[in-house]
């Protein structure tokens, strides 16, 4: 079974930025579209970015287009996200979600196998 495992999260000033990684052994991450989701405390599970199975389209959600980018390494079997001028909202842990599905959908119910998740929090 494909595992899923983040990294790359921690605390950062606003304006900063992190860059979260997802990584899998065993199973090639371009297979596979991956999506990268967040959630808050009390805040329902949303959705960020994905990038499509075997390097494909990107999309994003509205409130982080600008900042924001994902991107693969397929050499290192790792998909990145790239965080720029962060915002207190941006509070959440940060997971990393995979489908075979090859369409870059940013909804969790498409999503079949999940990380563990990295904490991000922005804050002075």
């Known amino acids: 079974q494909l595992q899923l495992v983040e990294s790359g999260g921690g605390l950062v000033q606003p304006g900063g930025s992190l860059r979260l990684s997802c990584a899998a052994s065993?199973?090639?991450?371009?297979?596979?579209?991956i999506g990268w989701f967040r959630q808050a405390p009390g805040k329902e599970r949303e959705g960020v970015s994905c990038?499509?199975?075997?390097?494909?389209?990107?999309n994003y959600a509205n409130s982080v287009k600008g900042r924001f980018t994902i991107s693969r390494d397929n050499a290192k079997n790792t998909v990145y996200l790239q965080m720029n001028n962060l915002k207190p909202e941006d509070t959440a842990i940060y997971y990393c979600?995979?489908?075979?599905?090859?369409?870059?959908?940013?909804?969790?119910?498409?999503?079949?196998?999940w990380g563990q998740g990295t904490q991000v929090t922005v804050s002075s």
């Open positions: 979600a995979a489908t075979t599905l090859p369409m870059c959908i940013i909804a969790t119910h498409v999503y079949n196998y």
């Open positions: 065993r199973f090639t991450l371009d297979a596979y579209t």
């Open positions: 990038i499509r199975s075997s390097g494909g389209s990107t």
